[in-house]
């Protein structure tokens, strides 16, 4: 079992407020997905056992969306919006400048498997471009200086 | 201090009585239950409650002339009518929040810095139409939004305004803050619908339209969250009221999301009818194009709708009508701004790799139409053009539009059609010389 009793206990309270259990299946993949940082295959299962709903169903819609991907990446998933709005306002060179902060290209995780670097479409934040989302949270209206202290402080984060 | 620092003109909505969603989003406080009651907040709820009928709540936003603000711009009280009339099958309602066209970044205002408002909205809505149990349906990247939506959600039961016997008038109302997966066609109602359900996000074929069958196959209203926090707004002051903002056509004040190359990018509240010139250069919005260079064109209604050249844009005017009249859309009021120094066949680029990541699948000219223009207009970037290629491109764009169940195809090709026909120069001039004629190098500074 990969989930927690606490994860469970969410989904199971999640799932019954929905007149029909299936509707569950996006939010118990977003708790396992905040939990862990990935959902494959296992969890599909457990999560189809918790909510009483066929496993294809689960995968089926876990692999339609793209925000529960099969693998674990970096603890820092770094996606940065290279839509229309940020790449006017250099989102690709603030993706030429993270690689060379990093060592890494995009698509890549560090040796330390601590940052995953990707771009991404649209994140809904064309008004404060360029930015970029590690893990759950935003960062925007990104310049040299903040991108340099975003990565100070998680890299001094154990 | 908000989470995201987006620029807005709550200073100018606050001293002017016609503006009105964005009045308070500069109070800090504003998210919490009590600071929403000190501004008027769940007064609308409690007229409602207090005595007005569901029928007379729908025709106050049917004579109000509120229009749907996601981007279709459907009458919205015209919507909630298709809803059958003594239908016994349980009704739903869905606040779209799945915030997703390119440019777009205003409900996310509202949600972050005023949730209240926009439950208070749905709740009305819900009344009007006969529901019992609303869905808020927010994009899943959007983690701080759903946080204070679930807050929010949690003050107003434990206040009243949600649950069992409301404010003792016998009417129950339920809300569930559900989480998308990350997947722009789930904007599409019935695609909404179907991920919902726990579907993969694919429309629906229609007809049955939502308000026949919808989510569970009950009557369903899908709004945007704008759409309903203007609801508010239109009890609380009446539907003459709301009438007298705006245009004869296009009632009422729309936000409006400015990025690109402004030097002012920021999410604006304007009444409908409002100058798209004085919009991108006016100091109190987005105070003139970046670097003072010379305006190329504008996508005024997000990334789906048609392009506006700068001749165009000295008249335009931001309603309904008016963009139609140019050859464009007002869709969800996100203004992309393009200043001299973009390529256009680069901007496609970018736009149609959008449409075919996020196509679902489902229609074949859609699925394997925005691929193949993907990979012309790639090439063409590229400097491996075709002299046939812009023909190519006609055709495509021809045989997607108007064929696929859902809108995403026509969203994927009019900015294409519309900047084959502008800027046709610009697209040979690639071909025949194999690169841009101007180089789209944005820095990051």
Redesign the interface.
């Known amino acids: 079992m990969m989930l927690t009793a606490e994860s469970i206990q969410v989904i199971k309270e999640k799932a019954a407020r929905y007149p029909r259990r299936k509707s569950a299946i996006l939010p118990a993949l977003t708790v396992a997905y905040r939990q862990l940082g990935y959902v494959d295959n296992d969890v599909y299962r457990e999560i189809s056992e918790i909510i009483s709903v066929p496993l294809v169903e689960i995968a089926e819609a876990a692999t339609f969306y793209t925000m529960f991907p099969k693998e674990q990446t970096g603890r820092y998933l770094i996606q940065v919006c290279n839509n229309i709005s940020c790449a006017l306002l250099g989102a690709d060179s603030l993706i030429g400048y993270l690689e060379k902060k990093l060592g890494i290209k995009k698509g890549e995780t560090t040796p330390d498997k601590k940052f995953t670097l990707i771009s991404v479409e649209c994140l809904g934040s064309c008004a404060t471009a360029p930015m970029m989302q590690i893990n759950h949270d935003f960062y925007e209206s990104l310049t040299p200086a903040k991108v340099d202290k975003i990565l100070d402080e998680l890299r001094a984060k154990s | 201090m908000f989470?995201?620092?987006?620029?807005t003109n709550a200073n100018e909505c606050a001293s002017n009585p016609k503006l009105h969603l964005f009045r308070h989003v500069e109070d800090t406080s504003q998210h919490l239950l009590a600071t929403y009651v000190k501004h008027d907040g769940y007064k609308a709820w409690r007229k409602v409650l207090g005595g007005m009928t569901p029928e007379s709540v729908a025709e106050e936003v049917k004579k109000s002339g509120l229009r749907g603000r996601g981007g279709a711009g459907f009458p919205t009280g015209m919507k909630w009518g298709f809803i059958p009339k003594g239908t016994t099958k349980?009704r739903y309602l869905c606040c779209n929040a799945d915030?997703?066209?390119?440019?777009?970044?205003k409900d996310?205002v509202l949600m972050e810095r005023d949730p209240h408002g926009v439950i208070e909205g749905m709740a009305i809505a819900s009344y009007a139409i006969g529901c019992h149990?609303m869905f808020i349906y927010i994009?899943?990247?959007?983690?701080?939004c759903i946080e204070r939506m679930e807050a929010a959600m949690r003050e107003a039961y434990s206040a009243g305004h949600l649950g069992k016997n409301i404010y003792g008038s016998g009417f129950d109302l339920?809300m569930?803050v559900?989480?998308?997966?990350?997947?722009?066609i789930c904007g599409e109602e019935t695609a909404l619908i179907n991920?919902?359900?726990?579907?993969?996000?694919m429309a629906r074929i229609r007809p049955p339209f939502p308000a026949i069958e919808g989510l569970?196959a009950c009557p369903t209203i899908v709004n945007n969250v704008e759409t309903l926090a203007a609801v508010t707004h239109i009890i609380n002051n009446g539907a003459d009221w709301y009438r007298t903002l705006g245009t004869e056509k296009s009632a009422g004040t729309k936000l409006f999301?400015?990025?690109?190359?402004v030097k002012r990018?920021?999410?604006f509240e304007v009444e409908l009818g409002f100058p798209l010139k004085k919009m991108i250069y006016d100091p109190a919005y987005g105070g003139g194009i970046l670097g003072d260079r010379k305006l190329k064109g504008v996508i005024p209604g997000g990334?789906s709708t048609p392009f506006l050249t700068p001749d165009m844009v000295e008249t335009a005017k931001l309603d309904y009508e008016s963009l139609t009249v140019c050859g464009s859309m007002l869709g969800s009021g996100?203004i992309?701004v393009?200043h001299e120094g973009?390529c256009i066949v680069w901007?496609l680029l970018?736009?149609i790799h959008?449409f075919r990541?996020?196509s679902?699948g489902k229609c074949t000219p859609c699925r394997d139409g925005t691929g193949w223009l993907e990979q012309i207009i790639h090439r063409i970037e590229h400097g491996h053009g075709r002299p046939e290629d812009l023909q190519a491109l006609d055709d495509i764009c021809g045989n997607i539009l108007g064929r696929t169940v859902c809108p995403l195809g026509d969203a994927a090709v009019m900015p294409i059609q519309s900047a084959l026909r502008l800027y046709r120069d610009e697209w040979q001039y690639h071909i025949d010389h194999k690169k841009c004629m101007v180089e789209s190098h944005?820095?990051?500074?």
């Open positions: 989470y995201s620092p987006v620029t349980p915030e997703s066209e390119p440019g777009t970044c996310r149990l994009r899943g990247e959007f983690g701080h339920e569930i559900h989480t998308g997966g990350g997947a722009y991920s919902l359900e726990g579907e993969k996000g569970y999301s400015l990025s690109g190359h990018p920021g999410n990334a996100a992309i393009f973009t901007t970018r736009l959008f990541h996020e679902c944005f820095d990051f500074k």
